[in-house]
């Protein structure tokens, strides 16, 4: 009997810049497949459409590709299981919410928003754990599906069994079981049509042939719900494996607040993305021995599940940096000028930063000093300068963590809406632009005099331009 193809895959939602963790996680699929002779297939889950970020998608799989993965199947490069994208294949999803229904495993459910809220409310009151009463599980299936023909507002839920539990084997975690009452009836399929992430990620794994899921640690909980979901389908369930989150170093979650969490801004740091990919491979593996330096082809050679070690890891920059430097130094005199002028001076780089500059340099030897900041990592503020003269410290701080939860917000990186977003921020806090753009001004730049503000951070890109916000805000905090 031939062995089955080993197809992994990862699945991220477009709904904000490419995340450190989904090239943790990308990468151990990818070296699992490689290893096998499998395929890498990367899936867009762009079913919330509450969260979906048209400029997401691109950036994604861009960084993926910076990162130096390949993906055999994708949205970009289709294969024989497309299309890749969720928001493509709503069709499939609604058959086989429909199907489900029709096998007695799922249900039409009619409660109003009102009703979940107020039914909500009174979990909470009486310290009862929060989930759906099933009220709706018990109509006729009749009657049920004469309302949906009426036309009346409904979603399809599964029906989880009262009793008994569902187990899975982790590839890494051993045997692990969930009670079944302790699970809700989940929405599969949304009231726009839309299905949720479980009956979607059930539906694709299985027409995608996916064969090993390995995911982050907090879809253990999810797992459960999806093994009951391929029982009921009859399907044969893939593989799971679920890895350790990635740490800040107090070993809390990772999360932006503590660390730049976007793959894009190590990029923008001069990280190489072969060191990305080494030090993220330590986060959970190594070769053996004190071995901590190592390709992705040794890995690729090497890899087994048995040498995963599950203590959480600790994404720890000092030792990021010191892992880039060993590579660094590896490399010839020639290598550096070609990595200075594919990172730093690139083409597009430079013929963005010289309009700024333009006016005010009559010779090349100024050209460094005027834009040095654009070349910099972290800025070291003066206290003579920042906070700017008439802005309160604390103040200024404040207005650094909100205005960039706007700037996050933004659909694109253009200087018009970074200009509309500090504009309406001021309006908004009755702040005075002349005060909030000085101090703006400063943390960009790490001076009272540069290019136009909005240009300036528009140039600057979102990685550093938060990076120094945050580091800004956290230092005028202290003070
Ligand atoms: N869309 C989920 C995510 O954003 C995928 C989880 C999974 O791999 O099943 O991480």
């Not at 939602?13 to 499998?38: C, E, M, Q």
């Amino acid at each position: 009997m031939t062995k089955p193809e080993i197809r992994v895959r990862i699945a991220p939602s477009p709904t904000g810049d490419p995340h450190i963790g989904t090239a943790y996680i990308a990468l151990f699929n990818y070296v699992f497949a490689k290893k096998h002779g499998g395929k890498f297939i990367i899936r867009i889950e762009d079913t919330d459409q509450t969260r979906y970020r048209a400029e997401s998608e691109a950036m994604i799989l861009d960084a993926v590709r910076w990162f130096g993965i390949e993906w055999d199947e994708g949205p970009d490069r289709g294969g024989e299981y497309g299309p890749y994208k969720q928001s493509e294949r709503l069709a499939h999803y609604q058959k086989w919410a429909k199907e489900l229904v029709s096998k007695g495993h799922a249900y039409y459910c009619f409660c109003s928003s009102e009703r979940l809220a107020g039914l909500r409310k009174k979990q909470t009151e009486n310290k009862l754990p929060p989930g759906y009463d099933r009220h709706c599980r018990t109509l006729e299936a009749k009657e049920a599906l004469a309302r949906v023909e009426k036309g009346e507002v409904h979603v399809i839920r599964f029906k989880v069994p009262s009793s008994g539990v569902t187990s899975f084997e982790d590839g890494i975690r051993g045997k692990v079981e969930f009670e079944n009452t302790k699970l809700d009836d989940l929405v599969i399929l949304k009231a726009d049509g839309f299905p949720t992430y479980h009956l979607a990620s059930v539906v694709d794994d299985h027409l995608m042939k996916i064969s090993h899921v390995i995911r982050g640690e907090e879809w253990v909980s999810s797992t459960p719900k999806h093994v009951l979901l391929y029982q009921a389908f009859g399907w044969e369930p893939p593989h799971f494996t679920h890895l350790n989150l990635l740490r800040n170093p107090d070993k809390s979650k990772i999360s932006k607040r503590k660390h730049p969490t976007s793959i894009l801004y190590y990029k923008r740091k001069g990280i190489l993305p072969e060191v990305l990919r080494n030090f993220l491979a330590l986060m959970g593996w190594n070769p053996g021995g004190d071995q901590e330096i190592f390709s992705t082809e040794e890995m690729i050679e090497k890899f087994s599940w048995e040498r995963f070690s599950l203590g959480g890891p600790v994404f720890d920059l000092t030792k990021l940096l010191w892992m880039n430097g060993q590579y660094l130094k590896k490399k010839s005199d020639f290598e550096w000028v070609q990595l200075l002028r594919q990172n730093v001076f690139t083409e597009d780089y430079l013929l963005q930063l010289i309009p700024l500059v333009k006016e005010r340099v009559c010779a090349f030897e100024e050209f460094i000093d005027n834009t040095s900041f654009f070349f910099n990592g972290d800025l070291k503020y003066d206290e003579a300068v920042l906070p700017p003269k008439g802005v309160v410290a604390k103040d200024a701080s404040n207005w650094l963590v909100e205005l960039l939860e706007k700037l996050e917000g933004l659909q694109s990186w253009t200087v018009e809406h970074i200009k509309e977003a500090c504009e309406n921020y001021c309006k908004e806090k009755e702040i005075k632009t002349k005060d909030l753009f000085m101090t703006l001004r400063i943390v960009i730049s790490g001076g009272t005099v540069s290019p136009p503000l909005f240009e300036t951070i528009h140039v600057l890109g979102k990685e550093m331009t938060r990076r120094r916000m945050r580091l800004a805000s956290d230092s005028l905090k202290k003070r």
